[in-house]
Protein backbone atom coordinates (compact mmCIF):
# COMPACT_ATOMS: atom_id res chain seq x y z
CA UNK A 1 0.00 0.00 0.00
CA UNK A 2 1.04 3.31 -0.37
CA UNK A 3 0.67 6.53 1.08
CA UNK A 4 -1.58 9.23 0.33
CA UNK A 5 -0.60 11.21 -2.48
CA UNK A 6 -1.67 14.98 -0.64
CA UNK A 7 -1.04 13.43 2.75
CA UNK A 8 -0.44 11.31 5.23
CA UNK A 9 -1.04 7.21 5.86
CA UNK A 10 -3.43 5.18 5.70
CA UNK A 11 -6.05 6.42 3.11
CA UNK A 12 -8.91 4.48 5.22
CA UNK A 13 -7.42 6.07 8.84
CA UNK A 14 -8.01 9.66 7.22
CA UNK A 15 -10.74 11.43 8.58
CA UNK A 16 -12.51 14.98 9.10
CA UNK A 17 -12.41 17.07 12.53
CA UNK A 18 -15.06 16.84 14.36
CA UNK A 19 -17.49 20.38 13.49
CA UNK A 20 -16.96 21.23 17.41
CA UNK A 21 -13.25 21.38 16.84
CA UNK A 22 -12.94 23.35 13.65
CA UNK A 23 -15.57 25.89 16.00
CA UNK A 24 -12.99 26.15 18.59
CA UNK A 25 -10.06 26.98 16.25
CA UNK A 26 -12.32 29.66 14.86
CA UNK A 27 -12.74 31.22 18.17
CA UNK A 28 -9.26 30.87 18.90
CA UNK A 29 -7.04 31.47 16.05
CA UNK A 30 -8.94 32.83 13.39
CA UNK A 31 -8.90 29.88 11.19
CA UNK A 32 -11.28 30.35 8.28
CA UNK A 33 -13.03 27.83 6.10
CA UNK A 34 -10.62 26.98 2.99
CA UNK A 35 -12.50 27.83 -0.19
CA UNK A 36 -10.13 26.50 -2.64
CA UNK A 37 -11.48 22.73 -3.99
CA UNK A 38 -8.86 20.22 -2.85
CA UNK A 39 -6.88 19.09 -6.00
CA UNK A 40 -7.85 15.57 -7.29
CA UNK A 41 -4.67 13.21 -8.29
CA UNK A 42 -5.78 13.05 -12.19
CA UNK A 43 -5.67 17.00 -12.34
CA UNK A 44 -1.83 17.27 -11.69
CA UNK A 45 0.01 18.60 -14.31
CA UNK A 46 3.46 17.62 -14.20
CA UNK A 47 6.37 19.35 -16.15
CA UNK A 48 7.43 17.14 -19.27
CA UNK A 49 10.48 14.75 -18.22
CA UNK A 50 13.70 15.18 -19.69
CA UNK A 51 15.54 12.21 -19.60
CA UNK A 52 15.78 10.32 -22.93
CA UNK A 53 15.22 7.37 -24.41
CA UNK A 54 18.86 6.50 -24.02
CA UNK A 55 18.90 7.07 -20.28
CA UNK A 56 15.96 5.50 -19.52
CA UNK A 57 17.16 2.66 -21.54
CA UNK A 58 20.48 2.55 -19.59
CA UNK A 59 18.27 2.57 -16.19
CA UNK A 60 16.09 -1.15 -17.50
CA UNK A 61 19.39 -2.17 -17.69
CA UNK A 62 20.62 -1.74 -14.65
CA UNK A 63 17.62 -3.11 -12.30
CA UNK A 64 17.02 -6.27 -15.07
CA UNK A 65 13.78 -4.94 -17.08
CA UNK A 66 11.39 -1.82 -18.27
CA UNK A 67 8.41 -2.28 -15.25
CA UNK A 68 10.84 -1.89 -12.61
CA UNK A 69 11.62 2.05 -14.12
CA UNK A 70 8.12 4.14 -14.01
CA UNK A 71 7.33 7.42 -16.12
CA UNK A 72 3.99 7.65 -15.80
CA UNK A 73 2.37 10.78 -13.50
CA UNK A 74 1.13 8.81 -10.70
CA UNK A 75 4.27 7.20 -9.92
CA UNK A 76 6.47 10.41 -10.10
CA UNK A 77 3.66 12.62 -7.69
CA UNK A 78 3.98 10.02 -5.47
CA UNK A 79 7.43 10.74 -5.01
CA UNK A 80 7.78 14.10 -5.34
CA UNK A 81 9.01 15.75 -2.01
CA UNK A 82 7.99 14.74 1.82
CA UNK A 83 5.64 15.30 4.35
CA UNK A 84 5.88 18.49 6.09
CA UNK A 85 3.10 20.94 6.18
CA UNK A 86 5.37 22.75 3.42
CA UNK A 87 5.54 19.87 1.36
CA UNK A 88 2.16 19.26 1.38
CA UNK A 89 1.15 22.60 1.01
CA UNK A 90 2.97 22.99 -1.99
CA UNK A 91 1.27 19.74 -3.46
CA UNK A 92 -2.38 20.47 -2.67
CA UNK A 93 -2.01 23.46 -4.89
CA UNK A 94 -0.44 21.83 -7.80
CA UNK A 95 3.19 23.01 -7.51
CA UNK A 96 5.47 19.69 -8.61
CA UNK A 97 8.57 21.67 -9.52
CA UNK A 98 10.29 19.11 -7.71
CA UNK A 99 8.84 15.81 -9.40
CA UNK A 100 11.43 12.98 -10.36
CA UNK A 101 11.79 11.90 -14.12
CA UNK A 102 11.51 8.82 -13.66
CA UNK A 103 11.16 6.56 -10.38
CA UNK A 104 13.53 3.42 -10.58
CA UNK A 105 13.33 0.14 -7.91
CA UNK A 106 16.46 -1.65 -7.66
CA UNK A 107 16.97 -5.09 -6.22
CA UNK A 108 20.12 -5.38 -4.30
CA UNK A 109 23.30 -3.75 -4.16
CA UNK A 110 24.89 -4.26 -7.12
CA UNK A 111 21.69 -3.04 -9.36
CA UNK A 112 22.23 -0.11 -7.07
CA UNK A 113 25.82 0.36 -7.96
CA UNK A 114 24.46 -0.32 -12.12
CA UNK A 115 21.83 3.03 -11.27
CA UNK A 116 24.13 5.21 -10.21
CA UNK A 117 26.66 4.43 -12.95
CA UNK A 118 23.80 4.88 -15.52
CA UNK A 119 23.17 8.67 -13.76
CA UNK A 120 26.79 9.66 -13.71
CA UNK A 121 26.48 8.98 -17.57
CA UNK A 122 23.67 10.15 -18.46
CA UNK A 123 24.15 13.24 -15.51
CA UNK A 124 20.97 12.23 -13.59
CA UNK A 125 20.97 13.12 -9.76
CA UNK A 126 19.40 10.57 -7.32
CA UNK A 127 17.13 11.00 -4.49
CA UNK A 128 17.25 7.74 -2.60
CA UNK A 129 13.59 6.74 -1.33
CA UNK A 130 12.37 4.94 1.52
CA UNK A 131 9.14 5.78 2.89
CA UNK A 132 8.70 9.29 2.07
CA UNK A 133 8.61 10.34 5.05
CA UNK A 134 11.15 13.35 5.36
CA UNK A 135 9.42 16.41 6.77
CA UNK A 136 12.78 18.48 6.23
CA UNK A 137 13.12 18.81 2.79
CA UNK A 138 15.22 15.68 2.45
CA UNK A 139 13.81 14.70 -0.76
CA UNK A 140 13.87 18.04 -2.53
CA UNK A 141 17.01 18.24 -4.79
CA UNK A 142 18.89 21.35 -5.79
CA UNK A 143 18.45 19.71 -9.60
CA UNK A 144 15.61 19.35 -11.94
CA UNK A 145 16.91 16.33 -13.41
CA UNK A 146 16.82 13.05 -11.15
CA UNK A 147 15.44 10.17 -10.63
CA UNK A 148 13.63 8.78 -7.15
CA UNK A 149 15.57 5.59 -6.19
CA UNK A 150 12.78 3.75 -4.76
CA UNK A 151 14.54 0.93 -2.49
CA UNK A 152 11.13 -1.17 -1.81
CA UNK A 153 12.35 -4.31 -3.61
CA UNK A 154 15.34 -4.01 -1.16
CA UNK A 155 12.86 -5.68 1.60
CA UNK A 156 14.41 -8.56 3.19
CA UNK A 157 15.62 -10.03 6.37
CA UNK A 158 19.05 -10.52 5.21
CA UNK A 159 20.53 -12.47 8.37
CA UNK A 160 19.92 -12.89 12.01
CA UNK A 161 22.60 -14.53 14.76
CA UNK A 162 21.01 -15.08 17.65
CA UNK A 163 23.81 -15.65 19.98
CA UNK A 164 25.45 -12.22 19.23
CA UNK A 165 21.82 -10.73 18.79
CA UNK A 166 22.56 -9.19 15.37
CA UNK A 167 20.53 -8.91 12.42
CA UNK A 168 21.36 -7.72 8.29
CA UNK A 169 17.97 -5.23 7.55
CA UNK A 170 17.63 -4.60 3.85
CA UNK A 171 17.11 -0.66 3.89
CA UNK A 172 13.78 -0.63 2.12
CA UNK A 173 11.71 -2.60 4.73
CA UNK A 174 9.82 -0.75 6.51
CA UNK A 175 9.71 -0.67 10.25
CA UNK A 176 6.15 -2.56 10.99
CA UNK A 177 7.64 -5.71 8.37
CA UNK A 178 11.06 -5.73 10.42
CA UNK A 179 9.63 -5.72 13.34
CA UNK A 180 7.43 -8.52 12.63
CA UNK A 181 10.49 -10.34 11.14
CA UNK A 182 12.13 -10.42 14.20
CA UNK A 183 9.35 -10.79 16.29
CA UNK A 184 8.23 -14.12 14.49
CA UNK A 185 11.98 -15.00 15.82
CA UNK A 186 11.83 -13.78 19.27
CA UNK A 187 13.27 -10.54 19.13
CA UNK A 188 12.62 -6.89 18.56
CA UNK A 189 14.45 -3.84 17.34
CA UNK A 190 12.56 -1.20 19.64
CA UNK A 191 12.55 1.53 17.12
CA UNK A 192 9.27 3.12 17.20
CA UNK A 193 9.68 6.42 15.83
CA UNK A 194 5.95 8.81 15.11
CA UNK A 195 6.80 7.44 11.57
CA UNK A 196 7.04 4.13 12.41
CA UNK A 197 4.08 2.64 10.16
CA UNK A 198 5.79 3.90 6.70
CA UNK A 199 9.52 4.69 7.67
CA UNK A 200 11.83 2.12 6.42
CA UNK A 201 15.36 1.18 7.77
CA UNK A 202 17.58 2.85 5.47
CA UNK A 203 15.75 5.94 6.52
CA UNK A 204 16.27 5.58 9.71
CA UNK A 205 20.46 5.19 9.55
CA UNK A 206 20.41 7.76 7.21
CA UNK A 207 18.67 10.90 8.88
CA UNK A 208 19.88 9.32 12.52
CA UNK A 209 16.41 8.54 13.60
CA UNK A 210 15.23 7.99 17.50
CA UNK A 211 11.97 6.14 18.24
CA UNK A 212 9.41 6.84 21.18
CA UNK A 213 11.47 4.14 23.12
CA UNK A 214 14.56 5.72 23.31
CA UNK A 215 14.91 5.99 26.68
CA UNK A 216 15.30 2.49 26.94
CA UNK A 217 16.47 0.71 23.17
CA UNK A 218 18.29 3.94 22.40
CA UNK A 219 18.61 5.82 19.05
CA UNK A 220 18.66 4.40 16.29
CA UNK A 221 21.96 5.32 15.29
CA UNK A 222 22.75 3.29 18.58
CA UNK A 223 21.85 0.15 17.33
CA UNK A 224 23.37 0.55 14.09
CA UNK A 225 26.45 -2.13 13.86
CA UNK A 226 27.43 -1.94 10.69
CA UNK A 227 26.59 -0.41 6.81
CA UNK A 228 27.09 -1.56 3.36
CA UNK A 229 27.22 1.63 0.88
CA UNK A 230 26.59 2.40 -2.78
CA UNK A 231 28.38 4.95 -3.94
CA UNK A 232 29.61 6.34 -7.89
CA UNK A 233 32.82 5.61 -7.01
CA UNK A 234 32.08 1.90 -5.75
CA UNK A 235 30.92 0.49 -2.10
CA UNK A 236 31.79 1.01 1.35
CA UNK A 237 31.78 -1.36 3.73
CA UNK A 238 31.83 -0.15 7.54
CA UNK A 239 31.05 -2.45 11.04
CA UNK A 240 32.93 -5.96 11.28
CA UNK A 241 32.67 -6.05 15.32
CA UNK A 242 30.57 -4.13 18.03
CA UNK A 243 33.09 -1.96 19.01
CA UNK A 244 36.95 -0.97 17.27
CA UNK A 245 39.65 1.09 18.12
CA UNK A 246 41.01 0.92 14.14
CA UNK A 247 40.70 4.64 13.13
CA UNK A 248 37.83 6.61 13.22
CA UNK A 249 33.88 5.17 12.78
CA UNK A 250 32.95 5.05 9.17
CA UNK A 251 29.57 4.17 9.81
CA UNK A 252 29.73 8.09 11.61
CA UNK A 253 29.94 9.23 7.73
CA UNK A 254 26.92 7.43 6.66
CA UNK A 255 24.49 7.88 9.73
CA UNK A 256 23.06 11.37 9.35
CA UNK A 257 24.21 11.71 6.08
CA UNK A 258 21.23 11.94 4.21
CA UNK A 259 21.63 10.16 0.64
CA UNK A 260 24.58 12.38 0.50
CA UNK A 261 27.30 10.12 0.38
CA UNK A 262 25.63 7.02 -1.21
CA UNK A 263 23.16 4.62 -0.80
CA UNK A 264 22.51 2.50 2.30
CA UNK A 265 21.81 -1.04 1.06
CA UNK A 266 22.74 -3.08 3.92
CA UNK A 267 22.10 -1.94 7.94
CA UNK A 268 23.26 -4.52 10.78
CA UNK A 269 21.33 -3.62 13.50
CA UNK A 270 21.53 -4.43 17.72
CA UNK A 271 18.54 -6.63 18.13
CA UNK A 272 16.69 -7.14 22.02
CA UNK A 273 15.09 -10.10 23.10
CA UNK A 274 11.05 -9.52 22.02
CA UNK A 275 9.21 -7.66 26.05
CA UNK A 276 7.11 -10.44 27.59
CA UNK A 277 5.81 -7.50 29.29
CA UNK A 278 4.59 -3.89 28.45
CA UNK A 279 3.37 -1.19 30.93
CA UNK A 280 2.50 2.48 30.58
CA UNK A 281 1.14 4.58 32.48
CA UNK A 282 0.51 8.62 33.02
CA UNK A 283 2.20 11.17 35.99
CA UNK A 284 1.08 14.79 36.76
CA UNK A 285 3.77 17.83 37.33
CA UNK A 286 2.70 21.17 38.42
CA UNK A 287 4.59 22.70 35.96
CA UNK A 288 6.90 22.31 33.05
CA UNK A 289 9.73 22.88 34.91
CA UNK A 290 8.94 20.26 38.00
CA UNK A 291 8.53 17.80 34.76
CA UNK A 292 11.74 18.18 34.01
CA UNK A 293 13.58 17.94 36.40
CA UNK A 294 11.97 14.75 37.22
CA UNK A 295 13.02 13.55 34.07
CA UNK A 296 16.53 14.78 34.97
CA UNK A 297 16.78 12.72 38.20
CA UNK A 298 15.46 9.35 35.77
CA UNK A 299 18.02 9.80 33.27
CA UNK A 300 21.09 10.80 35.25
CA UNK A 301 20.59 8.48 38.75
CA UNK A 302 18.40 6.07 37.36
CA UNK A 303 16.23 4.27 36.89
CA UNK A 304 15.46 4.95 33.46
CA UNK A 305 12.27 3.77 32.11
CA UNK A 306 11.26 2.42 28.28
CA UNK A 307 9.75 5.43 27.37
CA UNK A 308 9.93 8.90 29.38
CA UNK A 309 8.41 11.73 27.86
CA UNK A 310 6.84 14.69 29.53
CA UNK A 311 3.94 17.26 27.67
CA UNK A 312 4.41 21.14 28.86
CA UNK A 313 0.67 22.50 29.90
CA UNK A 314 -0.49 23.46 26.72
CA UNK A 315 0.51 20.17 25.29
CA UNK A 316 -1.22 18.84 27.99
CA UNK A 317 -4.44 20.70 27.99
CA UNK A 318 -5.17 20.17 24.70
CA UNK A 319 -3.94 16.30 24.33
CA UNK A 320 -6.39 15.34 27.11
CA UNK A 321 -9.61 17.40 25.74
CA UNK A 322 -12.20 15.46 24.12
CA UNK A 323 -13.18 16.96 20.85
CA UNK A 324 -16.21 18.37 22.42
CA UNK A 325 -14.77 20.10 25.27
CA UNK A 326 -10.91 21.60 23.89
CA UNK A 327 -12.55 25.30 24.61
CA UNK A 328 -10.90 25.33 27.34
CA UNK A 329 -8.26 27.72 27.40
CA UNK A 330 -5.12 26.40 26.79
CA UNK A 331 -3.60 29.58 29.27
CA UNK A 332 -5.05 28.61 32.23
CA UNK A 333 -2.96 25.45 32.41
CA UNK A 334 -5.51 23.74 35.01
CA UNK A 335 -4.53 20.57 33.90
CA UNK A 336 -0.47 21.02 34.83
CA UNK A 337 2.11 18.60 32.98
CA UNK A 338 1.75 14.91 31.82
CA UNK A 339 4.51 12.55 31.92
CA UNK A 340 4.14 9.35 30.21
CA UNK A 341 5.98 6.23 31.69
CA UNK A 342 6.92 3.23 29.91
CA UNK A 343 8.39 0.18 30.75
CA UNK A 344 9.05 -2.99 28.38
CA UNK A 345 10.94 -6.39 29.66
CA UNK A 346 10.65 -9.28 31.96
CA UNK A 347 8.19 -9.24 34.59
CA UNK A 348 10.43 -8.93 36.94
CA UNK A 349 12.43 -6.26 35.27
CA UNK A 350 9.70 -4.34 34.77
CA UNK A 351 8.15 -4.18 38.07
CA UNK A 352 11.19 -3.45 39.34
CA UNK A 353 11.85 -0.09 37.56
CA UNK A 354 8.63 1.02 37.55
CA UNK A 355 8.35 0.53 41.62
CA UNK A 356 12.17 2.86 41.85
CA UNK A 357 11.14 4.89 39.07
CA UNK A 358 7.44 5.92 41.24
CA UNK A 359 9.83 6.92 43.91
CA UNK A 360 11.95 9.15 42.27
CA UNK A 361 8.99 10.72 40.12
CA UNK A 362 6.52 10.81 43.65
CA UNK A 363 9.74 12.78 45.23
CA UNK A 364 10.08 14.76 42.61
CA UNK A 365 6.37 16.08 43.40
CA UNK A 366 4.93 13.68 40.74
CA UNK A 367 1.29 12.44 40.88
CA UNK A 368 0.31 9.25 39.61
CA UNK A 369 -2.91 9.24 38.04
CA UNK A 370 -2.87 5.58 36.25
CA UNK A 371 -3.00 3.70 33.34
CA UNK A 372 -5.57 5.41 31.38
CA UNK A 373 -3.40 8.17 30.12
CA UNK A 374 -0.53 5.76 29.30
CA UNK A 375 -2.30 3.13 27.27
CA UNK A 376 -4.27 5.80 25.32
CA UNK A 377 -0.68 7.47 24.41
CA UNK A 378 0.28 4.01 23.01
CA UNK A 379 -2.76 3.35 21.50
CA UNK A 380 -2.55 6.83 19.31
CA UNK A 381 1.20 7.10 19.35
CA UNK A 382 1.13 7.61 15.45
CA UNK A 383 -1.42 8.93 14.61
CA UNK A 384 -0.64 12.99 15.00
CA UNK A 385 0.16 13.46 11.52
CA UNK A 386 -3.30 12.44 10.33
CA UNK A 387 -4.74 15.15 12.85
CA UNK A 388 -2.44 17.73 11.42
CA UNK A 389 -3.71 16.69 7.48
CA UNK A 390 -7.51 17.05 8.82
CA UNK A 391 -6.11 20.98 10.23
CA UNK A 392 -5.21 21.55 7.02
CA UNK A 393 -8.34 20.28 5.46
CA UNK A 394 -10.32 22.78 7.51
CA UNK A 395 -7.80 26.08 6.73
CA UNK A 396 -5.26 25.59 9.74
CA UNK A 397 -1.96 25.39 9.74
CA UNK A 398 -0.27 22.72 12.13
CA UNK A 399 3.65 21.93 11.51
CA UNK A 400 6.55 20.83 14.21
CA UNK A 401 9.57 20.86 15.04
CA UNK A 402 12.43 19.68 17.50
CA UNK A 403 15.86 20.46 18.90
CA UNK A 404 18.26 19.15 21.83
CA UNK A 405 20.72 20.68 24.20
CA UNK A 406 22.29 20.07 27.65
CA UNK A 407 19.59 20.29 30.65
CA UNK A 408 21.34 23.45 31.81
CA UNK A 409 20.42 24.81 28.56
CA UNK A 410 16.81 23.17 28.39
CA UNK A 411 14.80 25.90 30.17
CA UNK A 412 16.24 29.02 27.94
CA UNK A 413 16.22 26.93 24.80
CA UNK A 414 12.08 26.28 25.41
CA UNK A 415 11.01 29.68 26.32
CA UNK A 416 13.53 31.18 23.58
CA UNK A 417 11.46 29.10 20.59
CA UNK A 418 8.14 29.47 21.52
CA UNK A 419 8.91 33.05 22.22
CA UNK A 420 10.24 33.36 18.35
CA UNK A 421 7.21 31.26 16.82
CA UNK A 422 4.42 33.46 19.03
CA UNK A 423 5.86 36.46 18.30
CA UNK A 424 6.81 36.15 14.19
CA UNK A 425 3.42 34.81 13.59
CA UNK A 426 1.33 36.94 15.75
CA UNK A 427 3.25 39.84 13.94
CA UNK A 428 2.20 37.97 10.40
CA UNK A 429 -1.12 37.95 11.71
CA UNK A 430 -1.70 34.56 12.41
CA UNK A 431 -1.26 34.21 16.36
CA UNK A 432 -0.18 30.27 16.96
CA UNK A 433 -0.65 28.07 19.86
CA UNK A 434 2.49 26.71 20.54
CA UNK A 435 3.43 23.04 22.80
CA UNK A 436 6.10 21.17 23.53
CA UNK A 437 7.08 17.88 25.21
CA UNK A 438 10.12 16.49 25.85
CA UNK A 439 10.26 13.01 24.52
CA UNK A 440 13.86 11.62 24.42
CA UNK A 441 16.04 12.16 27.59
CA UNK A 442 20.02 11.95 28.02
CA UNK A 443 22.53 12.04 30.75
CA UNK A 444 23.52 15.29 29.94
CA UNK A 445 20.68 16.85 28.14
CA UNK A 446 17.25 16.11 26.28
CA UNK A 447 15.50 16.94 23.32
CA UNK A 448 12.35 19.90 23.08
CA UNK A 449 10.05 18.90 20.21
CA UNK A 450 7.20 21.72 19.60
CA UNK A 451 4.16 21.62 17.78
CA UNK A 452 2.70 24.70 16.28
CA UNK A 453 -1.07 25.18 15.07
CA UNK A 454 -1.94 28.60 13.64
CA UNK A 455 -4.49 30.14 10.83
CA UNK A 456 -3.52 29.48 7.65
CA UNK A 457 -3.22 33.17 6.51
CA UNK A 458 -3.31 33.96 2.56
CA UNK A 459 -0.16 32.68 2.15
CA UNK A 460 0.33 29.42 4.39
CA UNK A 461 4.07 28.47 3.29
CA UNK A 462 5.32 32.42 3.22
CA UNK A 463 3.83 32.77 6.64
CA UNK A 464 5.66 29.91 8.09
CA UNK A 465 8.82 30.47 6.79
CA UNK A 466 10.29 33.38 8.71
CA UNK A 467 8.72 31.85 11.50
CA UNK A 468 10.42 28.89 10.79
CA UNK A 469 14.03 31.19 10.61
CA UNK A 470 13.11 33.06 13.96
CA UNK A 471 12.91 29.60 15.51
CA UNK A 472 16.09 28.44 13.93
CA UNK A 473 18.01 31.22 14.84
CA UNK A 474 16.17 30.72 18.28
CA UNK A 475 17.60 27.17 18.76
CA UNK A 476 21.31 27.93 17.31
CA UNK A 477 21.56 31.34 19.98
CA UNK A 478 20.40 29.46 22.98
CA UNK A 479 22.78 26.33 22.33
CA UNK A 480 20.54 23.79 20.91
CA UNK A 481 21.00 21.61 17.57
CA UNK A 482 19.24 22.45 14.37
CA UNK A 483 18.06 19.21 14.82
CA UNK A 484 17.85 16.30 16.70
CA UNK A 485 16.15 13.33 14.78
CA UNK A 486 14.43 14.77 11.81
CA UNK A 487 17.63 15.61 9.90
CA UNK A 488 19.26 18.27 7.95
CA UNK A 489 17.62 18.08 4.47
CA UNK A 490 17.82 21.65 2.52
CA UNK A 491 14.81 22.82 5.36
CA UNK A 492 18.18 23.19 8.03
CA UNK A 493 20.91 23.23 5.63
CA UNK A 494 22.00 26.77 6.14
CA UNK A 495 22.03 26.56 10.02
CA UNK A 496 23.49 23.18 10.17
CA UNK A 497 26.39 24.45 7.82
CA UNK A 498 26.83 27.63 10.64
CA UNK A 499 26.59 25.20 13.56
CA UNK A 500 29.14 22.28 12.03
CA UNK A 501 31.64 25.64 11.32
CA UNK A 502 33.90 26.43 7.74
CA UNK A 503 36.02 23.58 8.31
CA UNK A 504 33.65 21.16 9.08
CA UNK A 505 31.84 21.55 6.74
CA UNK A 506 34.64 21.51 4.30
CA UNK A 507 35.97 18.09 5.67
CA UNK A 508 32.07 16.35 4.60
CA UNK A 509 32.84 18.79 0.98
CA UNK A 510 35.94 16.73 0.74
CA UNK A 511 33.96 13.76 1.33
CA UNK A 512 31.58 14.07 -0.90
CA UNK A 513 33.74 14.75 -3.71
CA UNK A 514 35.58 11.40 -3.17
CA UNK A 515 32.48 9.10 -3.15
CA UNK A 516 30.38 11.45 -5.52
CA UNK A 517 32.58 13.06 -7.66
CA UNK A 518 29.60 14.43 -9.96
CA UNK A 519 27.67 15.38 -7.00
CA UNK A 520 24.44 13.23 -7.94
CA UNK A 521 23.64 12.25 -4.70
CA UNK A 522 20.74 14.18 -3.10
CA UNK A 523 22.07 17.50 -4.70
CA UNK A 524 21.48 20.47 -1.97
CA UNK A 525 20.84 17.92 0.64
CA UNK A 526 22.57 18.00 4.15
CA UNK A 527 25.60 20.34 1.95
CA UNK A 528 25.60 23.58 -0.06
CA UNK A 529 25.67 22.71 -3.79
CA UNK A 530 29.24 23.32 -5.27
Known amino acids: MDMLWNGWGDPAKAAPLPDTVTGLLRDLLGVKPRTTPALALEDVRLPAPTAGSAALKALAEAVGGDEHVRTDAESRIRHTRGKSTPDLLR ?3 GDFADVPQAVVLPAGHDEVLAVLRACAVHSLAVVPFGG ?3 VVGGLAPQRTAFIALDLRRMNGLLELDPVSR ?3 LQPGLRAPEAEALLADRGFTLGHFPQSFEWATIGGFAAARSSGQASAGYGRFDEMVLGLTVATPEGTLETGRAPRSAAGPDLRQLVLGSEGAFGVITSVTVRIRPLPEVRVYEGWRFDSFEQGAAALRRLAQDGPRPTVLRLSDETETLIGLAQPDAIGA ?3 QGGAGCLAITGYEGTPEDTAHRREQAASVLTACGGTLVGAEPGERWAHGRYSAPYLRDALLDVGAFAETLETAAFWSRIPDLYTA ?3 ALTDTLTEAGTPPLVMCHISHVYENGASLYFTVVSAQGDDPVAHWTPAKHAANEA ?4 GGTI ?3 HGVGTDHRDWYVREAGPLGISAL ?6 LDPQGLLNPGVLLPTD
Open 166 to 168: TAV
Open 483 to 485: SHH
Open 329 to 331: DPA
Open 475 to 478: VLAA
Open 417 to 419: VRT
Open 132 to 134: GTS
Open 509 to 514: RAVKRR
Open 91 to 93: IRT
